[in-house]
C-alpha cells in the first residue's frame, strides 16, 4: 500500500511540475484536445511530438506574406535553425522575378531549414537546396483584393500600371491590353501575379482548360499547405497541425499594411473583370480555398475555431505585454521614432504604416523581452539584413573553432541588434535589372503545389487580411 502511495505522489509532483513548466500553451492545448481535435490526440502534451523545422515557405505578393514571414524568422531564431538568405546583389530578395536558384543563397547561410524570402517558385532547385522532408507552404489571396493592392503598390515601377491615365484601375480594366505589355520589366504584377510566383505561364491563354487544370493540379502535390489570406488564423491552425508546432509559434502582428486612405474600394464588376484579367490565379485560389475548408473539415470545425479563439487570446496577451494596456497603434513611417522599425515606401501615393514600441513600457523591459518585441513588428528589409549579421558572426564563430580545436562551445546564442541604418531604398523592391521572363509554361522545375479552400458562407475571416 505504501508503495502504491510513493507513487501517486510522484505522480502529483510530476504533474505540477508539467503544469508549471508548461504553462499557458498546456492550458490551450488541452482545452482544444477537450473538444476532441484528432489532429492532437497523438500528441497532446507538448514535447511528445517534435517540431518540424524544415520549411519552405513561398512568399506571394500583396497576401499577409509578410507577416508570415516574420513568423518564420522568429520561430527560427528561436530554435537555432538556418534560414537561407539571398546574396547582397539580389536585395532581400532571391533576385526576383527571375526563376529561383541556389545561386542566388548567400553560401553562409547554408544548409538552411527555411526559406521563406520572395522569389520565383523552382523546385527542381530547392529539391537541390533542401532536406528530404521538407514542407512545402504557400499562401493565396482573393484576386479582386489582391489586385487592388498590387495596382496601388506598384503603380510607380511597373509600367503596364503607370501608363494609365490618372492612374485609374477602372480604365486598366476596361482595356487592359492597351496598357499591359507582357515581357516589360514588372508585368507579373499586372496579370496572374500568383501564377508567376508559383512558377507557372502567366500570360496562358484563359481558354487553355487544361493548363490551367494542369497547373493546379501540380501545386497541389507539391504544397502540403495553401493558406488563404482571408482566413489567416484557420490557416495558421493548420500549420500548427501539419509542423506540431505550438501556439507561441504562430503568434504575429499584421505587418506591411497601408493606410485606408491608399486603398480602393471594389464594385462587383470590378471584382469581375479582375478575375476575368487574372483567369488562372482566380482558378488557383478557387480550388484551394475549398481545399483549405476541407483540411477544416478533416481536423474538426469545432476544434479550429476553438483554436482560433485560444490563438487571439494568448496575442492579445503578447500585445499587452509589448504596448501595454492599449493595443497597438499603427503609424505613419514618418510618425515612428525608431528609424529601424520604419516599413519600406513604394511611392509619395501610398503610405505603409508600421509599429513603434512605447518608451514608458520599453524602460521596463527586460533585454529578452525587448528583442522579442522589436522581432515582432520588424520589417522585411531589416529582419532579413538583421538575420544575415547575426547569421554570418554565428558562421565565423563556428568556422573559427573547428581549426583551433577549442575546448569551449561557440553554440551560445549569439545577440543581435538592430542595424541602425537600414536600407530605406528608392527603388523598386525587385532588382533593376532583372527582366521577369516570360511564363515558362508547367514543367517540374517551375511548378508549385498547395493545399487550398473555397469561401465558405458564415464563417467570419480572420482580422489578418494583406492590405
Same mark, same amino acid.
Given at each position: ?24 500553451? @498546456? ?12 489532429? @492532437? ?38 530554435? *537555432? ?161 501539419? @509542423? ?93 521614432? *525608431? ?129
Amino acid at each position: 500500500m505504501w508503495k502504491k502511495k510513493i507513487f501517486l505522489v510522484i505522480i502529483a509532483i510530476s504533474t505540477i511540475s508539467l503544469l508549471l513548466h508548461h504553462g499557458g500553451h @498546456l492550458t490551450w492545448t488541452m482545452d482544444a484536445f477537450h473538444l476532441g481535435c484528432p489532429a @492532437l490526440h497523438s500528441h497532446p502534451y507538448s514535447g511528445l511530438k517534435p517540431k518540424h523545422s524544415n520549411v519552405v515557405f513561398l512568399k506571394t505578393h500583396k497576401t499577409a506574406s509578410s507577416t508570415m514571414q516574420n513568423l518564420l524568422f522568429r520561430f527560427a531564431e528561436r530554435n *537555432n535553425l538556418t534560414v537561407a538568405l539571398p546574396i547582397q546583389a539580389c536585395g532581400h530578395q532571391f533576385c526576383y522575378p527571375r526563376s529561383f536558384t541556389t545561386h542566388s543563397v548567400h553560401q553562409h547561410t547554408l544548409p538552411p531549414n527555411i526559406v521563406t524570402n520572395h522569389m520565383r517558385f523552382n523546385k527542381a532547385e530547392l529539391k537541390r537546396l533542401m532536406p528530404n522532408d521538407t514542407i512545402y507552404v504557400t499562401i493565396l489571396r482573393e484576386p479582386g483584393s489582391m489586385f487592388e493592392s498590387l495596382f496601388s503598390y506598384y503603380n510607380q515601377y511597373c509600367q503596364s500600371f503607370k501608363r494609365v491615365p490618372n492612374g485609374s484601375l477602372e480604365a486598366f480594366l476596361d482595356e487592359p491590353w492597351r496598357y499591359y505589355k507582357p515581357e516589360e520589366n514588372y508585368s507579373m504584377y499586372a496579370r496572374n501575379t500568383l501564377t508567376y510566383d508559383l512558377g507557372g505561364d502567366k500570360d496562358r491563354p484563359a481558354k487553355d482548360v487544361s493548363y490551367a487544370k494542369a497547373f493546379v493540379a501540380q501545386v497541389e502535390r507539391v504544397f502540403s499547405l495553401v493558406m488563404i489570406s482571408e482566413y489567416f488564423d484557420e490557416s495558421l491552425v493548420l500549420l500548427r497541425h501539419l @509542423l506540431s508546432w505550438d501556439l507561441d509559434d504562430i503568434l504575429y502582428v499584421k505587418l506591411n499594411m497601408r493606410t485606408p486612405s491608399s486603398k480602393q474600394g471594389l464594385t462587383d464588376d470590378l471584382r469581375k473583370k479582375i478575375r476575368a484579367w487574372n483567369s488562372l490565379d482566380a482558378q488557383l485560389y478557387d480550388h484551394f480555398n475549398a481545399s483549405l475548408w476541407r483540411q477544416i473539415a478533416a481536423v474538426g470545425p469545432a476544434c479550429v475555431a476553438r483554436e482560433v479563439r485560444l490563438l487571439r487570446e494568448a496575442q492579445e496577451k503578447l500585445m499587452k505585454r509589448c504596448f501595454g494596456e492599449g493595443m497597438p497603434l499603427v503609424r505613419s513611417a514618418a510618425e515612428i521614432k *525608431n528609424k529601424e522599425l520604419r516599413p519600406w515606401q513604394p511611392s509619395g501615393k501610398v503610405d505603409i504604416v508600421g509599429y513603434d514600441l512605447p518608451v514608458n513600457i520599453t524602460q521596463s523591459f527586460s533585454s529578452q523581452d525587448q528583442e522579442l518585441c522589436l522581432r515582432l513588428i520588424m520589417p522585411e528589409v531589416q529582419y532579413t539584413k538583421m538575420l544575415l549579421r547575426s547569421q554570418l558572426l554565428r558562421y565565423r564563430l563556428t568556422s573559427q573553432a573547428r581549426p583551433q580545436q577549442q575546448s569551449h562551445s561557440f553554440q551560445q546564442p549569439v545577440r543581435t541588434t538592430l542595424l541602425r541604418h537600414p536600407a530605406h531604398r528608392s527603388q523598386p523592391p525587385v532588382p533593376a535589372a532583372a527582366t521577369p521572363a516570360s511564363g515558362t509554361g508547367i514543367n517540374s522545375k517551375t511548378a508549385a503545389g498547395t493545399r487550398g479552400r473555397t469561401n465558405k458562407q458564415g464563417a467570419k475571416p480572420s482580422q489578418t487580411q494583406s492590405s
